[in-house]
Every structure is written in structure tokens, then in C-alpha cells.
């Protein structure tokens, strides 16, 4: 069984800062893609950040410049710091992650999810 638990949700005046945790943990071989989604009310999810094999991130336009996604591989934990936040940054964001277990005679790849934490910026 394997968890994502996020942390770092609340709520912020527009122009703030917000930083989000991420912490992956059960029976993990390893991750290969670890990241942030978000959903406004009304709205479809949709990718915020992801760090993918080999170091890159893929920001969403709406976010670049802003947003830092980063990750420490020994802790299993990727972080998103939210600088300059808008309005419309207001969310439930969710962690994802791609994650490498050993099943008996191979390597499988599960997807999980956190459970969400809101972030809502307003005056």
C-alpha cells in the first residue's frame, strides 16, 4: 500500500505565498514521476506541476514564473512553492505520483493520488 499525504493548504491574501508537502510512503521500489494537479470548484483537474524522469518539471502556462515544484528523492517528498498567488489559484491541489513497486517476478507502476489539500486566495 502506498500513501501520498499533503500538507501546507490555507488560506492567503492575493500576492502571497503558499508551500506545499508532499510525502510519499509503503512499499516503494521507487518514483518515477511526482507532481501537483489542481481543481477549482466548477472546474476539471488539470496538471499544475509534475517532475519527470530526469529532473524536469513541467509547469502549466498559467503558473510559470511563479511556481516551483521540487523534489527530495531521499524523503520522498516534492514540494510546491506558490509565489506571487492569484485568485484564481484558488483550489483543492492534489499529489500524484507514479510509483515503482515489486510484485512477485516484476516491477509494476502505480498511479496514486493524495487526498487533497485547499488553498484559496482572497482579500
Known amino acids: 500500500q502506498v500513501q501520498l499525504v499533503e500538507s501546507g493548504g490555507g488560506l492567503v491574501q492575493p500576492g502571497g505565498s503558499l508551500r506545499l508537502s508532499c510525502a510519499a510512503s509503503?512499499?516503494?521500489?521507487?518514483?518515477?514521476?511526482m507532481g501537483w494537479y489542481r481543481q477549482a470548484p466548477g472546474k476539471e483537474r488539470e496538471l499544475v506541476a509534475v517532475i519527470i524522469s530526469g529532473g524536469r518539471t513541467n509547469y502549466a502556462d498559467s503558473v510559470k514564473g511563479r511556481y516551483t515544484n521540487s523534489r527530495d528523492n531521499a524523503k520522498n517528498t516534492v514540494y510546491l512553492q506558490m509565489n506571487s498567488l492569484k485568485p484564481e489559484g484558488t483550489a483543492v491541489y492534489y499529489c500524484?505520483?507514479?510509483?515503482?513497486?515489486?510484485?512477485?517476478?516484476?516491477?509494476?507502476?502505480?498511479?496514486?493520488w493524495g487526498q487533497g489539500t485547499l488553498v484559496t486566495v482572497s482579500s
Open positions: 509503503g512499499s516503494i521500489l521507487g518514483i518515477n514521476t
Open positions: 500524484n505520483a507514479a510509483v515503482l513497486q515489486m510484485v512477485p517476478g516484476r516491477i509494476q507502476t502505480l498511479e496514486v
